[in-house]
């Protein structure tokens, strides 16, 4: 009794620290951002006013396009990708190549968030990229032309990408290292490839992996901010700055001096992506037990 | 035992929620607005003693400092920040967090925008105080150019002193006029006429650019083009298919597709690298001369002229767009108001900073006088400098307006685009106007089309 006791306030202690930021700065403002949402700016309940306002608002729509684009696109190519680079890796014989190749993935997530994208404004603009000429036979020979609406998904995928992928890499990497030997052999005695381990061996025990992977690069890709109002500062404007949701939520707040409406925005995407990662969960059976 | 822990745990989370539930905008703080009884047209904050803090973009720095060696007496907190480039909208925001903080204001800021006194004048808790209602004296208003004000204006209440202005002419290479025996054009159907033959006879060299969020106010603005015509503090009249503006989008389409209108943007670095030696001409404002020619294009000395703006042939005199210009506000918050208000008076009209450092043409017009006096006896400049730009600071159309909203950035998204996709400008307006309609109504003006 007094173990468990003891065993149940250790628990408690290193779980209060994660508790105490949880309700700071995620129970709190999202509770914050609920009273707002449906209340005016005098503080009256108004409820779903917000919503529908801001639903109505013609850069509502459109944002919410540009997103879902990105997020197919971003979340498709990462699984493939990281999946695919993670097995080869894990093929490799020669401990030195594996190493030296889980190095190289990691490194691009070392330089993350705005300087990422900074470097990446430089890669594209054909007047100063390194790569220009491969820049030029993809997208255009101008920045402007690089940049247009249709090239932007895929641009934010690159950025997306280059920047997180490589952690995953090494994440799944591990993952893979955990699956018992004994059942790759027993694969391989009944005769299956690698083709076959991978897709009937491999790939079902990860899959506990790939959900928490989709759901953290779903949560971070809702939120895309930094990369269109990058793009935006540097084409004096060609790129609006109300590419994203979140750049709507922003423009609300503090454009328009909406804070309720921006509220509602916060709000409209806590749900898509709660509903979202509450999917994956259920589906990839995050949280079942062996 | 457990059971009182959850308790208490889920208790003091509650009474954080409902702590973060308070009204957004709860009275907090005595509003400093209103103008019952004021000598001001408001109701000043108290007075105290102690650092002015002013906002400036790295450009005006120069201003502060100069002011402050003028003043060594006076205890200056100098902040450089964008000065809303671009549409950043940097000072609306902290304003907005200001106003919610109930603190944290400057009591001068510069910016380089016009749309600041659209948003900035009005509401229960403004930020921008009123200059004429006794804060200025008429003799310091009345010598600005004529016109200078109307971005400062709203309702007849004047917010704000203008530091430059931005009147377009007609920046030319006199060398390589004389070397293609060129004439000067000096409406716009001999400028275009000119376009088609300087493609045919010297392809490479461009007379204009089209390539940046400034071209409606170069091109549609000057041609009279009524497609932002701000008629009350919230009423807007966007006329963007009127046949003033459709002329102008065949002119720039035409010399556009001949090539001797760029699209390359002129601050980028491709425009220096590969057009910045073939630039023949180029309509643009007042500073183009400091900043485009002498800084970007290092065009050599002696070689830069300057025309008359231009006009089209059924105007009897030029009609001309601003391209930028800046303003110095002054907070109705501060808590310093004398010395708030002799900054921004003397940063705006002292010579030894509008005449000996600003690279800009003075809104105030004494001052002007002597700054372009100094840019001729530079030497840098071929011909009359002061005859065409003095004229043309007069003569900017006060049709365009300075709604809460950037003209700039809706052109930006829906013109520069559909441009780059190979769709000409004349066949977007229809999306330009539309574009414009929205952005107004997100912001609450009552649109007439």
Known sequence: ?290 | MRRRTHLAVTAAAALLAVAACAPPNAPTQAKPTGSAGSQYGFAPAEQKAGKLLVWVDSTRLDAAKAYQKAHPDVQLDIVTYDGNANGSNTLKTKVQLFDRAGEGWPDVVFTTDNNTASWASQGDNAFVAPLNKGLLDDATLSGFAKGALDVCTVDGTVYCLRNDLAQVVLWYNKKLFDKFGYTLPTTWEEYQALGEKVAAEHPGYIIGTAGDAWAPEIYMWGGECPANQVTGPKAITVKATDPKCVRAAKMMDKLVANKTMSMLSLFGPEFAKSQGDKVLMLPGPAWYGGAVFQGTLKTPKGELAVGDALRWSDQSTPVTGNVGGGTWWLSRHSARLDAAKDFIGWVATADAYQVELSPGYPAYAPAATKWIKKQQDSGYYAGDLAGPISAAAGQVWSGWGSPEFSQEAVWAKTVIPGQTAGKTVESLLPEWQTAIEQQAQVFGYQVTK
Not at chain 1, 39 to 58: C, I, L, P, S
Not at chain 1, 266 to 271: E, G, K, M
């Open chain 1, 1 to 290: 009794m007094t173990g468990s006791r003891l065993r149940l306030s250790a628990g408690h202690v290193f779980v209060s620290g994660y508790v105490v930021l949880l309700v700071a700065f995620g129970i709190v403002p999202t509770v914050y951002a609920l009273n707002l949402a449906f209340t005016d700016a005098r503080g009256v309940f108004t409820g779903f006013d917000n919503f529908v306002r801001t639903a109505q608002d013609f850069r509502f729509l459109a944002a919410v396009e540009h997103v879902a684009t990105y997020l197919v696109l971003w979340l498709v190519t990462l699984t493939v990708l990281v999946l695919l680079l993670a097995l080869l890796v894990h093929r490799l014989t020669a401990g030195w190549s594996r190493a030296a190749l889980r190095f190289v993935y990691y490194v691009p997530g070392a330089l993350a968030g705005a300087s990422s994208v900074l470097l990446w404004l430089f890669m594209l603009d054909p007047s100063v990229s390194p790569v220009d000429d491969l820049v030029r036979a993809l997208w255009g020979e101008t920045f402007v032309q690089v940049i247009s609406p249709g090239h932007l998904p895929w641009i934010f995928t690159l950025i997306a990408f280059w920047t997180g992928a490589g952690g995953w890499i090494v994440v799944m990497y591990g993952a893979l290292n955990t699956i018992p030997h004994q059942i790759m052999e027993a694969a391989r005695v009944d005769g299956a490839g690698p083709v076959k381990i991978a897709l009937r061996v491999q790939l079902p025990m990860l899959r506990k992996w790939i959900v928490y992977m989709l759901i953290l690069s779903l949560a971070a890709g809702t939120q895309l901010f930094v990369e269109p109002q990058l793009v935006s500062q540097a084409s004096f404007g060609v790129v609006g700055n109300d590419y994203s949701i979140n750049q709507l939520a922003y423009l609300y707040a503090f454009n328009q001096n909406d804070f309720n409406g921006s509220a509602a925005i916060a709000v409209d995407l806590l749900i898509v992506a709660l509903c979202c990662a509450g999917l994956f969960v259920a589906r990839g059976g995050l949280f079942d037990t062996d």
